[in-house]
């Protein structure tokens, strides 16, 4: 088994460096970091976490949690559509903290409606900290009360032992929709996810934002709701058709609704983009094998992730504030947009 010391050698750092490399110490650079856990991967190395506590007088587990409305979500339902997006963010999530020298507990057992047996569920495993995905605001309020070093991602939550990072939606949704503008789509139809959800929300606003600036009046009858997934954003599409043809875009709440409302575009007769231009949000990795290939908009969940994780064991550690950050995010333009068809008057 290797050592911490056969890891300084092969790194060319001494055994203090690579404890604060593992233990995120803002004094280690970021060659050097770098260094040090090139030498764990290539040794094998598996820091002792028991000892570590021991010597700190708290956990090195953090607890990982996604919630579905109001409930857990089991690890079992990570398949459905709704969830993609998350699958990525937990795959990052689990590098970044394992790199950091903890361990990462995922409660499968449902803890049901109560905010309170969830905490208490923490505390039971005496976590070090949490990263919350997708909380409802009952939740929000109860880890902030509980003072258990939390970072909530796409949720907004804020106090002396939680902060949050979340993509900057509004501003995403904003140039996905001045896109459009700019190639001459005014009738722009916007399929969103539930606008009760925090990201919804803002994309919504920002569609609503860029068709204000350009001076272009909004079109309630445009605005459809519907889940996350592919076969609500379907049927969702379905309606809109079945009631009007009059519009020449649509801005999607997500990737995966736009993989839906593309099928019943092309069960229709219609072509993208000839017929329609389509824009998703998110840039999960398959967009580029659609047909055609699908312009969205990339939420940099590397950054999001490593973010987040920095910030959660800096709270646990001492070493830093809770300070919540808004990552910038990218419009990707591909084939599923283009001009504003030629005998639209």
Known sequence: MATSEQVAQLAGVS??????ALNGSAR?????????HAAIAALGYEPDVVAQ??????????????FSEDNDLPLSHLGQTSQYFYLGVLQ?????????????????????????????SLQTRRVAGAIILHATDSRIQALIHAAIPTVFIDRMGQGSYATYVKSDNMDGARRATEHLLSLGHRRIAFLTGRTV????????????????????????????????????????????????RDFTAIVAGSDLMAMGILRALTEHGLRVPDDISL????????????????????????AMVRTAVQRL????????????????????????TGPVPKDVH
């Not at 280690?28 to 040090?36: L, N, P």
């Not at 689990?94 to 208490?120: C, F, K, W």
């Not at 709270?315 to 599923?336: C, D, F, H, N, Y």
């Open 279 to 302: 824009v998703g949000f998110d840039d999960v990795e398959f967009c580029q094998y659609t047909i055609p290939p699908l312009t969205t908009v990339r939420q940099d969940s590397v």
């Open 28 to 36: 280690v650079s970021d060659e050097a970091r770098e260094r040090v």
């Open 53 to 66: 506590s021991l010597v700190r007088q708290h956990s090195r587990v953090i607890a990982v949690s996604l």
């Open 313 to 336: 064991i800096a709270m646990i550690e001492g070493t830093g504030e809770a300070s919540p950050l808004i990552i910038p995010t990218q419009l990707i333009v591909r084939k599923s």
């Open 197 to 244: 959800d925090l990201a919804g929300m803002e994309r919504l606003l920002g569609c609503q934002q860029a068709l204000a600036y350009a001076g272009v009046a909004p079109d309630p009858g445009l605005v459809r709701q519907s889940g996350w997934n592919i076969d609500e954003a379907y049927e969702a599409a379905r309606v809109l058709l079945a009631e009007r």
């Open 15 to 20: 055994r203090a460096t690579v404890s604060r």
């Open 92 to 120: 990052n999530i689990e590098r970044e903290v394992v790199a950091l020298g903890y361990d990462l507990l995922l409660p499968s057992r449902p803890h049901g409606n109560s905010p309170e047996n969830y905490i208490r």
